[in-house]
């Protein structure tokens, strides 16, 4: 398995170049399709040979087919990342976050690659299972173009599963921190901008009471678990959700940035996000069965990491 050739779309992003870096560090090498939209060159060790990186947009259906040639595996994390911004402008969103999952399985096909890793949300689960932990089981409840384009993206993955033997591993990602998220936009993670936003003393704003919570996971925990599903032998059926069963307000997690940047700005309340989701919290027993974890990171650990402290 070592040395071969991972393509991986979206590959310029946080999670992406993350897990850039495990995979060369494995032996494999990589290809990246990546629109650049808020996925940065910089990310990326690009002197490295096993590197390489097609930018382009995952909703080019031709595009799509020509980067699959030659890989073993594919692991499909381009998409519009922001809940928000799928609330605001569904249509575009639509474009990478549904059609771009449909040409990822268009192009293994006619490639031949079967292994494909894909990064779906809890938000597919919307607010069931609401203050319990949520179990894969639970019944889906998309509340969001975001949550339904990734729910879509599933069924698609699982059709291509029975039809035409792919072998998808599909995540279901909780809330995911650490170093190159992006904290640009207004659209992005809420610890990239609270920690920058900390540092440099500028004022933060808590959409809702700040008691929402999220299962927060770092992003070296995530990628260890990516690489074994591009790597396994085999792939068991059904999505597995990603996260440390743990809940954090966002209050208890501005106190734990407090105490890595030693202060913090003036905060301030706006009405809660619509379609945000109240609670979340992953039950990761599957996970647990068919993955190795490890010792994961504590959140006080990980924003020293992202704040380069
Ligand atoms: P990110 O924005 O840093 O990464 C997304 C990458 O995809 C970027 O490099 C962007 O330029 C690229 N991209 C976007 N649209 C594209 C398109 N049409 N064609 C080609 N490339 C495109 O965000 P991230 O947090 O690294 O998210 C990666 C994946 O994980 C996404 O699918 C996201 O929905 C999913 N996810 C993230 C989280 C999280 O907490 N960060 C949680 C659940 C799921
Ligand atoms: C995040 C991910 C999404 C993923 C989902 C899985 C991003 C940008 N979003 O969505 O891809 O599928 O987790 O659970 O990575 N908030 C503030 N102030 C801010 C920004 C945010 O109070 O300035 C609040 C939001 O209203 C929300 C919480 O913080 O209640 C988390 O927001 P956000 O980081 O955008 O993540 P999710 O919407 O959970």
Known sequence: MADSLVLVTGGAGFIGSNLVDALLAKGHSVRILDDMSTGKRSNLPMDNPKVELIEGD???AALVTRVMAG??????????ASVQASVDDPVRTHQSNFVGTL??????????IKRVVFASSAAVYGNNGEGESIVEDTPKAPLT???SDKLSSEYYLDFYRRQHGFEPAIFRLFNVFGPRQDPSS??????????????????????????QTRDFIYVGDLVQILVQAVEARQVEEGAVNVGLNKATTLK????????V??????????????GDIRHSRADNTRLLQRFTLGETTPMSVGLARLLGR
């Open 58 to 60: 995952v909703a080019d």
């Open 71 to 80: 890989c073993s595996a594919v692991v499909h994390l381009a998409a519009v």
């Open 103 to 112: 040409n990822v399985c268009e192009g293994m096909r006619e490639a031949g």
């Open 145 to 147: 173009p975001y949550a």
């Open 186 to 211: 207004p659209y992005s993670g809420v610890i990239s901008i609270f920690s920058e936003r900390a540092v440099k003393g500028l004022p933060i704003t808590i959409f809702g009471d700040g008691e």
């Open 252 to 259: 208890q997690m501005l106190e734990a940035l407090s105490e």
């Open 261 to 274: 940047v030693g202060q913090l700005p003036p905060i301030s309340y706006a009405p809660a996000r619509s």
